[in-house]
């Protein structure tokens, strides 16, 4: 079972532990639209719609999310162009 730091702000519903998506947003350093797009592209778990209208992550769920959220990949070079940049024409 995952540990949880004493300033993890929790919720308790029916003996299970949950923590809110803008806590874990905040816990792994990013946006609530970037958990949010990582949901919907399916690269970390949904969660569950609390009553209230908050999204609620499990214990386990938080800890997934932590991985995805320190994961490094490979670097790549001419694969895509960095926004604002002018695309490369070929043979210049």
């Given at each position: ?40 592209a399916g690269h970390v778990p949904v969660g569950l719609r609390h ?28 694969e895509s162009t960095p926004k604002g940049a002018p695309a490369r024409?070929?043979?210049?």
């Amino acid at each position: 079972m995952p540990t949880t730091p004493p300033s993890l702000q929790t919720v308790d519903i029916d003996g299970c532990r949950y923590v809110r998506a803008t806590e874990v947003a905040r816990l792994v350093r990013v946006s609530r639209q970037t958990l949010w797009r990582w949901r919907q592209a399916g690269h970390v778990p949904v969660g569950l719609r609390h009553r209230d209208g908050h999204v609620l992550f499990t214990l386990e769920e938080l800890d997934v999310i932590r991985r995805y959220a320190s994961k490094l990949e490979p670097a790549t070079v001419g694969e895509s162009t960095p926004k604002g940049a002018p695309a490369r024409q070929q043979g210049t």
